[in-house]
């Protein structure tokens, strides 16, 4: 997950959508709306499917299905040479499934269009087509706004935590796989389960329901309640968990030192529920995990003792078992270059580990020559990968890939059931409930449009690029038309302390909103904002700058992590909305200036400031 750009600024008008009632909406969608079918046990019919295509694959064909590979959602002219590649690649490896994202820009994700994204899956859909369709997944970790534009923006799943409401979990699963499966995209590598303990945590944070495992228990069971029943599949991760960590696998080695009973008492008790609701892949995490596998050179991908023992044969899961990205740094460090071939290694270790589906390889030839090998050598057996090819083909049996003949994405289809004006409504409802008021020390609260007060607003960003703080400037400027907005990144705060430390004095209000988010593969740029700057003056001393000087007139927002404040102990007024899309920057606002009521509760605990649990109530409504 990068930070997001998208292509033009295309500003819905909220209060024209949610002027549309749900029953509208749906109405005006008439009779051409159709729907998937839900995600429910296989029947006999698809059984012998499977069975009778697993025994017209050969062994070439098989190797293939068991790997996926990256394709680019996006406009390719006919003779486009990266999409050229890629339908070769799936021909050639006859891969059985393709994992779409959209373009980079340096750490920036850049939005596609939905039709785009629809077309893509139509065209290799149409020029692909072997014994077996390809089934697309995606990280849709927060819906499709996250790669897609013209779509509803969700909040970071910790938001969902906030409101302690699993519905809301159930009813955005099953909008997600809407507007998904109207794209032809069958499979989200979602919901999370990881629960998160560690406020250091850089790569899970917000992007996990919270800190109780009976709680992230709730939330992901309804998620996966609701994306079967919009007839899309799910995938837990980040087995056996990935909350207790302090570093990103995506770049380096990540370890889980908790004992074997706390492993059983705070990590594995949300994929057992998950497991019991029937998900359908659980994803392993490059993640040591010692009291499981004490071996030093095994993470839990290559770790038979994780993998087959403790998933397999201990909690029973009978779904498919995916790797997590096999490029990414916390696995291949253990395969260097230079050793024959380390992404054929690090496959063979993973498929003798028990794992059915490989994502994402480092090197697709070697991995797939790998594989091949290693089964013609003896070391993995053909049953083997009979019964992972099995499962694969039964998922794709349940998302209806077993039809005679090849299904075409309608395009039709796309408007019917993407963007919805009842999907628009939902994310800014949650958005809503999820904002939380820790501290409210200098009773700032609720704010006046007209109380005179000059305001200064401080945006802290990760990149003066991206899209954080647009939203919440562009919101605040329509109450607070004079404010004062100033944005700090981690390359202009030495240039911006000074100015920023003059001008604190001169205001009667100083709103500091701190953007920290999950970026992975984007080290230090996440969680603590004395990372965004180098030198003397960086954004983590430039808010404690204002802080010192403003304290009793100042509020700080953390769009994003919550744990900002750890950092920061004099904060006196505290905000928290988990999430930094523009769906939680509105309610923020809305939230500051008392026209909603705040009654959102920590779903972390944030040591010696607050305990899991704790939020103030503000039900106040002024300033309107």
């Not at 050969?58 to 339908?87: C, H, W």
């Not at 594995?268 to 499981?292: C, E, T």
Request: proline share 6%; charged share 20%; net charge neutral.
């Amino acid at each position: 997950m990068f930070r997001l750009r998208r292509k033009g600024c295309c500003f819905v008008s909220v209060v024209a959508i949610l002027s549309v009632s749900p029953l509208a909406a749906q109405q005006k969608a008439g009779s051409n709306a159709k729907k998937p079918a839900p995600i429910v046990e296989a029947t006999k019919a698809q059984k012998l499917w499977v069975e009778r295509t697993l025994r017209r694959l050969t062994l070439e064909e098989k190797i293939g299905q068991m790997i996926e590979v990256r394709g680019i959602m996006g406009y390719y002219n006919a003779d486009d040479p990266g999409f050229e590649k890629l339908v070769a690649d799936i021909r050639t490896y006859h891969l059985g499934a393709v994992h779409l994202t959209v373009n980079t820009d340096g750490p920036l994700l850049v939005r596609t269009e939905p039709y785009e994204a629809a077309m893509t899956v139509r065209r290799l859909q149409q020029e692909t087509h072997g014994k077996v369709p390809l089934i697309f997944s995606v990280d849709f970790e927060r819906g499709p706004s996250m790669r897609l534009s013209a779509v509803e923006y969700f909040p970071h799943p910790m938001a969902f935590g906030a409101t302690h409401n699993p519905s809301y979990a159930e009813q955005w699963g099953e909008i997600v796989a809407e507007e998904s499966r109207s794209l032809g995209i069958a499979w989200n590598f979602f919901p999370i389960a990881d629960v998160q303990t560690n406020p250091k945590n850089p790569i899970i944070n917000t992007r996990s329901f919270g800190e109780d495992p009976a709680e992230v228990s709730s939330m992901v069971s309804a998620y996966i309640k609701g994306s079967h029943a919009g007839g899309m599949l799910t995938a837990l991760k980040h087995f056996p968990g990935h909350g207790d960590t302090d570093t990103d696998s995506h770049l380096q080695l990540s370890r889980v030192n908790g004992s074997m009973e706390r492993l059983n008492a705070v990590e594995l008790p949300p994929f057992r529920k998950g497991i019991a609701a029937g998900a359908d892949a659980v994803m392993i995490a490059h993640v040591a995990f010692p009291a499981i596998e004490p071996d030093p050179g095994k993470i839990a991908t290559t770790s038979r003792k994780v993998v087959t023992g403790l998933l397999r044969e201990q909690m029973g899961f009978q779904g498919v078992i995916v790797s997590d990205a096999m490029e990414m740094q916390g696995l291949t460090k253990l395969y260097p270059p230079g050793s024959g071939n380390p992404a054929g290694r690090a496959a063979v270790d993973a498929v003798k580990a028990g794992q059915d589906f490989i994502e994402l390889p480092s090197d697709l030839d070697g991995t797939y020559n790998g594989l091949l090998q290693a089964v013609k050598s003896g070391e993995i057996s053909p049953s083997q990968i009979d019964a992972s090819v099995r499962r694969l083909l039964l998922v794709k049996a349940k998302t209806g890939l077993d039809a005679r003949k090849p299904q075409v994405v309608d395009l039709d289809q796309v408007q019917q059931h993407f963007g919805k004006a009842s999907s628009y409504a939902l994310a800014r409802e949650v958005a809503e409930h999820a904002i939380t008021l820790v501290r409210d020390g200098n009773h700032l609260l609720p704010m006046k449009r007209d109380d005179g007060k000059s305001t200064l607003v401080i945006l802290f960003v990760s990149d003066p690029h991206g899209d954080d703080g647009r939203m919440l400037e562009q919101q605040i400027r329509a109450r607070m038309p004079a404010a004062t907005v100033v944005y700090v990144d981690r390359r202009s705060a030495p240039f911006e302390a000074d100015r920023i430390a003059a001008m604190v004095p001169k205001f009667g209000r100083v709103i500091a909103a701190v953007y920290s988010v999950p970026q992975p593969g984007q080290a230090g740029t996440q969680t603590s904002l004395d990372t965004l700057g180098s030198g003397k003056e960086t954004a983590g001393t430039i808010l404690q700058s204002v802080l010192d000087r403003a304290g009793d007139r100042s509020i700080v927002l953390a769009m994003g992590s919550p744990y900002v404040i750890l950092n920061y102990p004099n904060i006196k007024s505290y905000a928290c909305a988990f999430s930094s899309v523009y769906t939680s920057e509105a309610a923020m606002v809305r939230a500051l200036f008392g026209e909603i009521p705040i009654h959102g509760k920590l779903p972390v605990a944030l040591p010696n400031v607050a305990k899991r649990g704790d939020g103030m109530e503000l039900n106040l409504s002024v300033g309107k």
